[in-house]
């Protein structure tokens, strides 16, 4: 059974930091590029940050880069996105999923599975 489970999200002042996690299980996550995306109600799905199979090669959107980190340990199956620095305007359910797809980064729709996704919230 294919999963991919988030954790990790919470609440936060603004300033603060959250590690999310993602675990993988039910299939070869070593060889599937893994991304974090986010969503607000009414807002379109965001992607945030990928990393390759390798975790050689990253990915950022233009508004989390120098405060996020992704990264990805394949002994474990999961993958982290550390953030810090964190401001209202992040906050949103965070989803992780996996695509199989050469292509870097790959577009939303190559990404095969997800996860439920975690809710980070970041108010004072």
């Known amino acids: 059974q294919v999963q991919l489970v988030e954790s990790g999200g919470g609440l936060v002042q603004p300033g603060g930091s959250l590690r999310l996690s993602c675990a993988a299980s039910?299939?070869?996550?070593?060889?599937?590029?893994i991304g974090w995306f986010r969503q607000v109600p009414g807002k379109e799905r965001e992607g945030v940050s990928f990393?390759?199979?390798?975790?050689?090669?990253?990915y950022y959107t233009d508004s989390v880069k120098g405060r996020f980190t992704i990264s990805r340990d394949n002994a474990k199956n999961t993958v982290y996105l550390q953030m810090d620095s964190l401001k209202p305007e992040d906050t949103a359910v965070y989803y992780c999923?996996?695509?199989?797809?050469?292509?870097?980064?790959?577009?939303?729709?190559?990404?095969?599975?997800w996860g439920q996704g975690t809710q980070v919230t970041v108010s004072s």
């Open positions: 039910g299939f070869a996550a070593d060889a599937y590029t």
């Open positions: 990393i390759r199979r390798s975790g050689l090669n990253t």
């Open positions: 999923a996996a695509s199989n797809r050469w292509a870097f980064p790959p577009l939303q729709n190559d990404f095969k599975y």
